[in-house]
């Protein structure tokens, strides 16, 4: 019964591509031409920062780096953002609730997630002005944490990393103009850090490695000073994003 009903479904609804939507002969995925255009972000970088280095410098520090230390511990990235299947992915999922393209890009990545993350990861979305998330309806560097969460062991937790004041939105700006925009958006909640370090995780607060967590990855701005403001508090944290933008330089 089960065959004739997936066979039903299938004749009205064909498997097609999570990324270009063309039908496929098998199951719903990916089709090769899409998994042909998807890159990731390559194992040779900065540990500190994240940007692409040569094999004989990785995992550097890099010359930016050793001029300015960054204030995250580590940086890491999955995917480069660009036109194509990535892209759509990115799109689909924060204009039009269709996650199956992030979940996917999740799934193909799962070794490399596993190498990053473990149940003693604490995961800090990066946070969302509140008139935007209520315009969107949802938090979505939040449910990138919990799908995270999911396919590691790791904890999520949205309340540590607080948003302040009133910023532009990020896309409208330039690359300089980000930074600065961003220089005090950020802000920790001192007592719900005191209550995660008395409560019954305490005992793993020595092992805890702290992630602040967003999709998208540009400038870096954000993820500085989203780690900044952690840091002032006392906690180290790396920066880890789903996709990034390739390095100009």
């Not at 063309?22 to 199951?27: E, H, K, R, V």
């Not at 759509?88 to 997630?113: C, E, F, S, T, V």
């Not at 925009?181 to 305490?202: K, M, Q």
């Not at 805890?208 to 006392?234: E, F, K, N, P």
């Amino acid at each position: 019964m089960y065959s004739w009903v997936n066979l039903c479904r299938n004749m009205l609804f064909p498997p097609a591509c999570v990324f270009c939507h063309s039908p496929l002969a098998g199951q719903a995925g990916c089709c090769e031409r899409c998994a042909t255009d998807i890159r990731i972000w390559s194992h040779q970088h900065c540990l500190h920062c994240g940007r692409v280095l040569p094999e004989h410098i990785a995992p550097g520090p890099c010359g930016k780096c050793l001029r300015r230390a960054p204030q995250q511990l580590r940086t890491e990235s999955l995917f480069i953002y660009r036109e194509g299947p990535v892209r759509n992915a990115i799109l689909d999922w924060k204009l039009q609730g269709r996650d199956a393209g992030m979940l996917w890009l999740l799934d193909a990545a799962a070794p490399r997630l596993q190498t990053v993350f473990n149940p003693q990861s604490l995961l800090l979305p990066v946070p969302m002005p509140i008139s935007r998330m209520r315009r969107a309806g949802r938090h979505h560097a939040a449910d990138l944490c919990r799908a995270i969460a999911e396919r590691t062991g790791a904890s999520l937790d949205w309340q540590l990393l607080r948003r302040s004041g009133a910023q532009q939105r990020q896309s409208s700006l330039s690359g300089r103009a980000r930074w600065k925009n961003l220089c005090n958006a950020f802000t920790v909640d001192y007592d719900h850090w005191a209550e995660i370090i008395a409560g019954p995780a305490s005992e793993l607060v020595s092992d805890m490695q702290v992630w602040v967590v967003d999709d998208i990855m540009t400038t870096g701005a954000t993820m500085h000073y989203a780690c900044r403001a952690l840091r002032r508090s006392g906690i180290r944290a790396g920066a880890f994003s789903l996709t990034r933008l390739a390095d100009r330089d």
